[in-house]
């Protein structure tokens, strides 16, 4: 006793494949079933192969009685022989129509030019993770935002600690980082990142530790590289007008446009800055007082 299957495939091979190749490459299973490569699918009503070089178009269709282990038998082997003439990747897949369990009924084999193989499987890895992404949330125990918080962040972190620990602000440790300044995103794609993010925190986590989700790590050392940079170019404009490169020989005092474009481009450095570091951090921090600053010459 068999079980009754089913299957349709349809891939493009490459140009120039010619039907003798198609019929080497199903020969087993045509020999199996007594059939011949059609031309076309126009009379392939149930089981049967076809292929037309002038669309380079291939279809095997399986509607009929079929051993156990046809599958990993002739099945597999057949789709491997067609994947090294398609011109891209493609999934087959065969039914097992004769049980209802669905960890057995269906049987896949990915196929294609190895060298596309790898991104094609990636791909649709990306897909099934991104079904299963909407269950992602916080364990029981978790502190901090939450996954709608995270996913309005321009930079997040998660962070562990153990379940013993009595002041996890201070104790936890930041385990997964993620920054997304500057990147036009979508609320449906951020909310994709966030829970991301947290698949990869349960999956260091474990079952051990607890986790706490808060403003992103680095926002301050960002901000700091940014204001050096200021300096820098304030300190770049005033050796260029006391002509350092030259010793000094054509040296000038500074003047009313000097001051006024320092000033106009420090204004809107800083503005800037505050800007992207308000989206980066989007959450109230203790502000620290700052020293003055010592006058600049210009």
Not at 24 to 45: K, N, Q, V, Y
Not at 223 to 243: E, M, S
Not at 264 to 279: F, G, P
């Amino acid at each position: 006793m068999g079980f009754s299957a089913y299957s349709r495939i349809d891939a493009i091979l490459r140009p120039g494949t010619m039907p003798d190749e198609v019929a080497t490459a199903c020969r087993r299973f045509l020999d199996w079933r007594g059939l011949e490569l059609l031309p076309d699918d126009s009379d392939l009503h149930e089981t049967g192969v076809a292929y037309d070089p002038s669309t380079e178009c291939f279809i095997l269709q399986i509607t009929c009685e079929c051993p156990h282990g046809f599958a990993e038998d002739m099945f597999e082997p057949l789709v491997n022989a067609i994947g090294e003439l398609a011109a891209h990747p493609f999934v087959a897949t065969l039914v097992n129509e004769s049980t209802s369990n669905e960890d057995s009924r269906e049987f896949e084999v990915v196929a294609g030019p190895s060298d596309q193989l790898g991104e094609f499987r990636a791909r649709r890895a990306r897909c099934a993770i991104e079904e299963q992404l909407r269950y992602i949330d916080f364990p029981p125990g978790s502190t901090g935002d939450t996954i709608a918080d995270l996913a309005t962040r321009e930079c997040m972190s998660i962070a562990t600690f153990a379940p013993n620990q009595n002041a996890p602000d201070s104790s936890a440790v930041t385990r997964v980082a993620v920054d997304l300044t500057g990147l036009n995103l979508d609320a449906e794609r951020r909310d994709r990142i966030a829970r991301l993010a947290m698949a990869l925190a349960r999956e260091i986590a474990g079952d051990e530790l607890l986790l706490k989700a808060r403003p992103g790590a680095g926002a301050a050392d960002w901000v700091l590289a940014r204001t050096t940079g200021i300096a820098t170019k304030l300190g770049a404009r005033n050796a260029l007008i006391a002509d350092e490169a030259n010793g000094g020989q054509n040296a000038r005092d500074p003047n009313a446009c000097d001051y006024n474009l320092a000033s106009s481009e420090t204004i809107n450095e800083v503005i800037a800055i505050e800007r992207e570091a308000l989206a980066r951090v989007q959450a109230e921090a203790p502000v620290e007082p700052e020293a003055p600053a010592a006058p600049r010459s210009f």
